[in-house]
């Protein structure tokens, strides 16, 4: 079982270490390194040239990530297929899979287009929080204890919004990049030398809705994670995963600001990239940590309430995880 776990963990990293390189790709122009598919300039090896190489290191990685995704379906039939909070998500996997493989040659075939590049970037995320879901899954079910459960049922509505707006502001974000909307403003906190200028250009207009959207889900997960804190006792990991997702929002604001404010770097654009994977990562394990407390809580009461009449049905001690 530990093992599972695992392999699930390192498909998790392969996954997103894939949507980091790919984000390399993207920033340094390397989209047309290689200009056929699945071969680099007609050969299954690429020339010594660096957007070449780029892109060709994103497809390696790519055929690497793959089997690890396959692997962990298939683990999840061969011991998991009792527990469908890892069975469901861990088959779902390969059939994105399926489609990505293959956007990713029509991304090449259609000369980076955005529209196709956002696409294939929404497929790599829905990927990754499958798999970040079924690491958490995977792993050793807490002993139910009352705090931790009254603590995971009070944030399980709170977190599955920050998980919502999460992915909104992540896709908002792809679409910001993919349509080059990211240069459209220059400044920051303002924008072109004024506050809100909505109606300049659809381009302004996509930028600072993605600015606005970052600073209502900073605020949505300021409030989650005061509400970790405040049952933090019980519920530990909880509580570090908030503080964590906190703090990657900041440094994702301040990536943001740094970059509009002195150029949009390939660092800079890369590392923004790299953040907001990050970011929907932790959104996805928070809501995987709280709905697994309350799950082995779930868990643990229906045998008691089949019991017969009369018995006494014998719980673990309390404590949490």
């Known amino acids: 079982m530990q093992g599972y776990r695992a392999l699930a963990i390192a498909t998790a990293i392969a996954t997103y270490l894939l949507i980091v390189v790919g984000g390399v790709v993207r920033v340094t122009g390397s989209g047309l390194g290689c200009p056929d598919w699945p071969t680099c300039h007609g050969s299954w090896l690429p020339p010594l040239d660096p957007p070449a190489l780029i892109e060709w290191s994103h497809r390696l990685l790519g055929g690497l990530t793959s089997p690890l995704i396959l692997a962990t379906t298939?683990?999840?039939?061969?011991?998991?297929?009792?527990?469908?909070?890892?069975?469901?998500?861990?088959?779902?996997?390969?059939?994105?899979?399926?489609?990505q493989i293959p956007?990713?040659?029509?991304?090449?075939?259609?000369?980076?287009?955005?529209?196709?590049?956002?696409v294939h970037l929404t497929f790599a995320l829905l990927i990754l929080g499958l798999l970040v879901w079924v690491a958490v899954a995977a792993g050793p079910r807490p002993v139910p204890a009352p705090a931790a459960t009254t603590a995971a049922r009070r944030l399980r509505p709170l977190v599955r919004a920050v998980v919502v707006a999460t992915f909104g502001l992540v896709l908002v974000g792809g679409l910001t990049r993919a349509t080059g909307a990211g240069f459209a403003c220059v400044g920051f906190p303002d924008c072109n030398g004024q506050a809100l200028p909505f109606g300049t250009s659809p381009l302004v207009d996509l930028h600072l809705?993605?600015?606005?959207?970052?600073?209502?889900?900073?605020?949505?997960?300021?409030?989650?994670?005061?509400q970790s804190w405040r049952v933090?006792?019980?519920?530990?990991?909880?509580?570090?995963?908030?503080l964590g997702l906190v703090l990657l929002i900041g440094a994702q604001i301040a990536?943001?600001?740094?970059?509009?404010?002195?150029?949009?770097?390939?660092?800079?654009?890369?590392?923004?990239?790299?953040?907001a994977a990050?970011?929907?990562?932790?959104?996805?394990?928070?809501?995987?940590?709280?709905?697994?407390?309350?799950?082995?809580?779930?868990?643990?009461?229906?045998?008691?309430?089949?019991?017969?009449?009369?018995?006494?049905?014998?719980?673990?001690?309390?404590?949490?995880?």
């Not at 956007?103 to 956002?118: C, N, R």
């Not at 990536?255 to 953040?275: E, K, N, Q």
Request: net charge positive; no cysteine.
């Open 232 to 242: 933090g006792h019980a519920l530990p990991t909880v509580r570090w995963a908030a």
């Open 255 to 275: 990536i943001g600001a740094f970059g509009v404010s002195h150029g949009l770097t390939p660092l800079a654009r890369g590392l923004h990239l790299a953040g």
């Open 278 to 321: 990050a970011v929907w990562a932790v959104a996805v394990l928070l809501a995987g940590l709280v709905s697994r407390a309350t799950a082995a809580a779930d868990g643990a009461a229906q045998p008691a309430a089949q019991a017969p009449r009369g018995e006494i049905a014998h719980r673990a001690p309390v404590q949490g995880y």
């Open 103 to 118: 956007l990713g040659g029509l991304v090449v075939y259609l000369e980076v287009l955005p529209s196709a590049v956002f």
């Open 74 to 99: 298939v683990g999840a039939w061969l011991w998991r297929r009792r527990e469908p909070r890892v069975l469901v998500p861990a088959t779902l996997v390969p059939v994105l899979l399926a489609v």
């Open 209 to 226: 809705t993605h600015r606005l959207l970052a600073y209502a889900v900073a605020a949505l997960v300021a409030v989650a994670a005061v």
